[in-house]
């Protein structure tokens, strides 16, 4: 459950260069000019399905996030699922398409249910049958 990290590694165990390494190796971080969905501009972007083509780094990096989400958050993690009581965390929500991995990953280390949202007409909406259930997910 939310308390046994399913992997060893521990929250903050990686330090933000080690992290910006695996993004710099597998070539996802991209330099330019880039207009993002909020309408800035950025002259960096970073790709993640280029990182997250490899499973072992996806694997690595969303266990440090899903470590530094139990340790950051834990207490509002339902109960059902292993928090606190009075948490109320019991879903991973995810934009499509760039956050779908990660959603997943992050919610299959917290042992939470994943959904998605997509973008239709510029905002994002639950389709496919999701939806956010009123009660907490057992």
């Known amino acids: ?12 165990e ?9 993004f710099q190796e597998t070539g996802a971080i991209l330099k330019g000019h880039f207009k993002l969905s909020s309408g800035l501009h950025s002259d960096t ?12 780094r996806a694997d690595l990096l969303c266990s440090e996030l899903a470590a530094r989400v139990r340790e950051k958050i834990s207490p509002l993690i339902s ?8 948490g109320g965390i019991d ?5 499509a398409m760039g956050g779908l991995i990660v959603g997943y990953e992050v919610a299959r280390q ?7 949202c997509e973008r239709v007409d510029g905002k994002f909406e639950f389709r496919r049958g999701f939806e956010v259930p009123k009660a907490p997910i057992s």
Not at 1 to 12: D, R, T
Request: aromatic share 8%; glycine share 6%.
């Open 45 to 56: 972007y970073l790709q993640c399905a280029r990182l997250l083509q490899y499973p072992d």
């Open 110 to 116: 917290l042992d939470l249910p994943s959904i998605f």
């Open 91 to 95: 879903l991973v929500v995810a934009p």
């Open 79 to 86: 109960p059902l699922k292993g928090g606190k009581e009075g």
């Open 1 to 12: 459950m939310l308390n046994n990290l399913k992997k060893s590694y521990q929250p903050e």
């Open 14 to 22: 990686m330090n933000k260069n080690e992290i910006l390494a695996h």
